[in-house]
Protein backbone atom coordinates (compact mmCIF):
# COMPACT_ATOMS: atom_id res chain seq x y z
CA UNK A 1 0.00 0.00 0.00
CA UNK A 2 0.85 3.39 -1.05
CA UNK A 3 1.91 6.39 2.16
CA UNK A 4 0.40 9.66 1.34
CA UNK A 5 3.71 11.34 0.41
CA UNK A 6 4.52 8.30 -2.33
CA UNK A 7 0.77 8.78 -3.76
CA UNK A 8 0.96 12.68 -3.94
CA UNK A 9 4.04 12.84 -5.11
CA UNK A 10 3.64 9.98 -8.03
CA UNK A 11 0.42 12.47 -8.89
CA UNK A 12 2.18 15.88 -8.72
CA UNK A 13 4.48 14.41 -11.61
CA UNK A 14 1.63 13.11 -13.62
CA UNK A 15 1.32 13.41 -17.43
CA UNK A 16 -1.41 10.33 -18.24
CA UNK A 17 -3.77 13.06 -19.62
CA UNK A 18 -3.82 16.27 -22.05
CA UNK A 19 -4.87 17.91 -18.56
CA UNK A 20 -1.42 18.27 -17.52
CA UNK A 21 0.02 20.63 -19.47
CA UNK A 22 -2.61 23.56 -18.77
CA UNK A 23 -2.23 23.01 -15.21
CA UNK A 24 -0.66 25.43 -12.21
CA UNK A 25 -1.25 22.92 -9.87
CA UNK A 26 -2.35 19.46 -9.10
CA UNK A 27 -5.05 19.41 -6.86
CA UNK A 28 -4.56 16.60 -4.80
CA UNK A 29 -7.10 16.77 -1.86
CA UNK A 30 -7.68 18.56 1.50
CA UNK A 31 -8.42 17.78 5.10
CA UNK A 32 -8.32 15.11 7.63
CA UNK A 33 -6.58 11.53 6.51
CA UNK A 34 -7.82 9.76 9.44
CA UNK A 35 -11.21 10.81 8.82
CA UNK A 36 -14.47 8.34 8.34
CA UNK A 37 -16.05 10.56 5.87
CA UNK A 38 -14.72 11.30 1.98
CA UNK A 39 -16.72 14.41 0.09
CA UNK A 40 -15.77 13.89 -3.56
CA UNK A 41 -16.14 16.55 -6.23
CA UNK A 42 -15.43 16.31 -10.10
CA UNK A 43 -12.59 17.90 -10.95
CA UNK A 44 -10.86 21.64 -9.91
CA UNK A 45 -12.10 25.44 -11.22
CA UNK A 46 -9.54 28.25 -11.61
CA UNK A 47 -9.15 29.10 -8.23
CA UNK A 48 -8.11 25.40 -6.80
CA UNK A 49 -5.76 25.14 -9.77
CA UNK A 50 -4.00 28.66 -8.70
CA UNK A 51 -3.98 27.77 -4.69
CA UNK A 52 -3.96 23.87 -5.32
CA UNK A 53 -6.42 23.22 -2.94
CA UNK A 54 -9.96 21.68 -3.66
CA UNK A 55 -13.37 23.67 -3.22
CA UNK A 56 -11.61 27.71 -2.52
CA UNK A 57 -14.04 29.02 -4.54
CA UNK A 58 -17.60 30.57 -4.24
CA UNK A 59 -18.55 26.66 -4.50
CA UNK A 60 -15.69 26.09 -1.57
CA UNK A 61 -17.22 28.47 0.77
CA UNK A 62 -20.40 27.36 0.11
CA UNK A 63 -19.72 23.60 0.65
CA UNK A 64 -17.96 25.18 3.87
CA UNK A 65 -21.41 26.34 4.80
CA UNK A 66 -22.90 22.83 3.94
CA UNK A 67 -20.59 21.41 6.03
CA UNK A 68 -20.62 23.71 8.84
CA UNK A 69 -24.82 22.91 8.96
CA UNK A 70 -24.19 19.09 9.91
CA UNK A 71 -21.37 20.43 12.11
CA UNK A 72 -18.33 19.08 10.11
CA UNK A 73 -15.37 21.32 8.40
CA UNK A 74 -12.71 20.45 6.59
CA UNK A 75 -10.55 19.64 9.75
CA UNK A 76 -12.85 16.64 10.13
CA UNK A 77 -13.47 15.44 6.74
CA UNK A 78 -11.06 14.56 3.46
CA UNK A 79 -12.15 16.21 -0.01
CA UNK A 80 -10.58 15.20 -2.89
CA UNK A 81 -11.76 15.22 -6.67
CA UNK A 82 -12.17 12.72 -9.76
CA UNK A 83 -9.68 14.45 -11.37
CA UNK A 84 -6.68 16.32 -9.98
CA UNK A 85 -6.16 18.66 -13.17
CA UNK A 86 -8.39 21.86 -14.00
CA UNK A 87 -10.16 21.21 -17.43
CA UNK A 88 -10.16 24.25 -19.47
CA UNK A 89 -13.06 26.91 -19.50
CA UNK A 90 -14.42 24.82 -16.29
CA UNK A 91 -15.76 22.46 -18.59
CA UNK A 92 -16.49 18.77 -17.00
CA UNK A 93 -14.02 16.64 -17.33
CA UNK A 94 -14.09 14.11 -20.36
CA UNK A 95 -14.06 10.01 -20.01
CA UNK A 96 -10.38 9.95 -20.65
CA UNK A 97 -9.19 12.56 -18.24
CA UNK A 98 -11.30 10.55 -15.64
CA UNK A 99 -9.86 6.96 -16.39
CA UNK A 100 -6.68 8.41 -16.29
CA UNK A 101 -6.79 9.67 -12.98
CA UNK A 102 -9.48 7.49 -11.26
CA UNK A 103 -6.91 5.79 -9.66
CA UNK A 104 -5.16 8.29 -7.63
CA UNK A 105 -8.55 8.95 -6.00
CA UNK A 106 -8.70 4.87 -5.30
CA UNK A 107 -5.81 4.76 -3.56
CA UNK A 108 -6.47 7.69 -1.49
CA UNK A 109 -9.94 5.82 -0.52
CA UNK A 110 -7.56 3.15 0.46
CA UNK A 111 -5.37 4.78 2.29
CA UNK A 112 -8.53 6.65 4.08
CA UNK A 113 -10.76 3.79 4.77
CA UNK A 114 -13.69 6.24 4.93
CA UNK A 115 -17.45 4.52 6.31
CA UNK A 116 -19.27 7.46 4.39
CA UNK A 117 -18.27 8.72 0.67
CA UNK A 118 -20.40 11.61 -0.25
CA UNK A 119 -20.10 12.35 -4.15
CA UNK A 120 -20.34 16.23 -4.87
CA UNK A 121 -22.37 16.10 -7.79
CA UNK A 122 -23.87 13.86 -10.69
CA UNK A 123 -20.35 13.74 -12.31
CA UNK A 124 -18.66 12.06 -8.84
CA UNK A 125 -21.82 9.95 -8.32
CA UNK A 126 -21.46 8.55 -12.09
CA UNK A 127 -17.89 7.61 -11.43
CA UNK A 128 -18.19 6.46 -7.91
CA UNK A 129 -21.50 4.95 -7.34
CA UNK A 130 -22.68 3.58 -10.94
CA UNK A 131 -22.10 4.97 -14.59
CA UNK A 132 -26.09 5.47 -14.59
CA UNK A 133 -26.43 7.69 -11.52
CA UNK A 134 -29.17 10.44 -12.03
CA UNK A 135 -28.79 13.17 -9.64
CA UNK A 136 -31.90 14.58 -9.59
CA UNK A 137 -33.66 11.43 -8.95
CA UNK A 138 -31.06 9.61 -6.59
CA UNK A 139 -29.57 12.16 -4.57
CA UNK A 140 -29.69 11.67 -0.84
CA UNK A 141 -29.99 7.94 -1.53
CA UNK A 142 -27.81 5.52 0.42
CA UNK A 143 -26.18 2.50 -0.96
CA UNK A 144 -23.69 0.59 0.53
CA UNK A 145 -20.84 -1.43 -0.84
CA UNK A 146 -18.00 -3.51 1.02
CA UNK A 147 -19.19 -1.90 3.88
CA UNK A 148 -18.44 1.98 2.49
CA UNK A 149 -21.93 4.02 2.71
CA UNK A 150 -21.64 6.25 -0.69
CA UNK A 151 -24.73 8.95 -1.29
CA UNK A 152 -24.77 11.59 -4.04
CA UNK A 153 -25.74 15.56 -2.85
CA UNK A 154 -25.78 18.30 -5.44
CA UNK A 155 -23.01 19.83 -5.99
CA UNK A 156 -22.22 22.95 -4.52
CA UNK A 157 -21.76 25.03 -7.78
CA UNK A 158 -25.17 23.69 -9.06
CA UNK A 159 -26.42 25.29 -5.84
CA UNK A 160 -25.42 28.73 -6.42
CA UNK A 161 -27.07 28.43 -9.73
CA UNK A 162 -30.39 26.78 -8.65
CA UNK A 163 -31.67 27.69 -5.36
CA UNK A 164 -34.61 25.83 -5.41
CA UNK A 165 -32.35 22.47 -5.19
CA UNK A 166 -31.37 23.84 -1.46
CA UNK A 167 -34.44 22.47 0.34
CA UNK A 168 -33.01 18.90 -0.95
CA UNK A 169 -29.86 19.47 -0.37
CA UNK A 170 -30.62 20.43 3.43
CA UNK A 171 -32.47 17.37 3.66
CA UNK A 172 -29.83 15.15 2.19
CA UNK A 173 -26.91 16.74 5.03
CA UNK A 174 -29.39 16.06 7.17
CA UNK A 175 -29.15 12.42 6.11
CA UNK A 176 -25.98 12.47 5.93
CA UNK A 177 -25.95 13.75 9.80
CA UNK A 178 -28.04 10.91 10.65
CA UNK A 179 -26.34 8.13 9.22
CA UNK A 180 -22.81 9.59 11.06
CA UNK A 181 -24.79 9.07 14.32
CA UNK A 182 -25.99 5.77 12.64
CA UNK A 183 -22.46 4.22 12.12
CA UNK A 184 -20.77 5.88 15.43
CA UNK A 185 -19.51 8.78 13.52
CA UNK A 186 -18.36 11.22 16.14
CA UNK A 187 -17.00 14.22 13.94
CA UNK A 188 -16.20 16.21 17.04
CA UNK A 189 -13.74 14.23 18.20
CA UNK A 190 -11.78 13.47 14.54
Same mark, same amino acid.
Given at each position: ?25 ? =???? +????? /?? $?? %?? !? ?12 ? =???? +????? /?? $?? %?? !? ?119
Amino acid at each position: MDTWQELEQECLRCTRCKLCSGRNNV =VFGV +GNKQT /DI $LF %IG !EGPGEQEDLQGVPF =VGAA +GKFLD /DM $LS %II !ELDRTKVYIANIVKCRPPHNRDPEEEEQQACIGYLRRQIELIQPKIIVCLGRIAARQIIYPEYRITREHGQWINRDGIWYTAIYHPSALLRDLSKRPDTFEDLLAIRDKMRFLGINASAE
